[in-house]
């Protein structure tokens, strides 16, 4: 069966270190991975997308990394603040499916100040 | 508008009745989602859009959720004979459905719909 999971439902970090998220699946093809960041009662925003053919993404302090045999992302935030708190979301579009992406459960990440 | 919205934010209703849920996507944004979200549980994708067809049902739990898109724009969800476990927030999201590309969604704020 399809799965796609993230590695843990929560994570508490202190400020200032560097937050890893994990997502794994199987039996996907995607043709991409995206990272999206939600807020309690908030629709999920788009933070990051990476293809299958890159190895590493970054944007500002945040950094993807898709390894397509090991089937997994690595979601980093670096120097992370109390702001960086909220749910992230791995999502990914399977080559053979129409453009509707499925996501992870998600990992609610808490930045101690 | 400057981004998606969703009406009403909140819904309560009885078990049986039938609920309407609203999307109003970004203006030229020709792709549409409805996912599902349960507390604690991921986003389960139930239908999607690309102008007023829907390539893809597969995703409506039941032949009691239905939705439709007119004019290439606004959606509705309609849910009948409502039952406790529809419970949850329904989120809309569009997009440029732009084919062969990925493409960025965009999320509303979602309806939480509670069943009594």
């Known amino acids: 069966s399809q799965k796609i999971e993230q590695n843990s439902e929560a994570l508490n970090i202190q400020e200032g270190k560097t937050a890893t998220l994990t997502c794994n699946y199987t039996?996907?093809?995607?043709?991409?991975l995206q990272w999206y960041r939600q807020d309690p009662g908030r629709g999920p925003v788009f933070l990051l997308l990476?293809?299958?053919?890159?190895k590493e993404k970054r944007k500002e302090r945040l950094k993807v990394t898709f390894d397509t045999t090991l089937k997994q992302s690595l979601f980093h935030i670096t120097a992370s603040q109390p702001a960086d708190s909220a749910t992230y979301l791995c999502?990914?579009?399977?080559?053979?499916?129409?453009?509707?992406?499925?996501f992870g459960t998600g990992t609610r990440l808490t930045v101690i100040p | 508008g400057a981004g998606v919205s969703q009406s009403p934010s909140n819904k309560v209703t009885e078990k049986g009745k039938d609920v309407e849920l609203r999307c109003d996507p970004i203006?030229?944004?020709?792709?549409l989602y409805w996912y599902r979200q349960s507390l604690g549980q991921g986003l389960e994708f139930l239908i999607y859009?690309?102008?007023?067809?829907?390539?893809?049902k597969s995703g409506l739990p039941s032949d009691r959720f239905s939705a439709e898109r007119t004019g290439g724009s606004v959606s509705t969800l309609t849910i009948q004979r409502t039952q406790q476990e529809d419970s949850a927030v329904y989120l809309c999201?569009?997009?440029?459905?732009?084919?062969?590309?990925?493409?960025?969604?965009?999320f509303g704020p979602g309806t939480r719909l509670t069943v009594l």
């Open positions: 999201a569009s997009s440029l459905g732009l084919a062969g590309v990925s493409d960025t969604q965009y």
């Open positions: 039996n996907y093809s995607p043709a991409y």
């Open positions: 990476i293809r299958e053919n890159e």
């Open positions: 999502a990914l579009e399977d080559q053979t499916g129409a453009n509707n992406l499925f």
């Open positions: 203006s030229g944004h020709t792709a």
């Open positions: 859009f690309q102008g007023n067809s829907a390539p893809d």
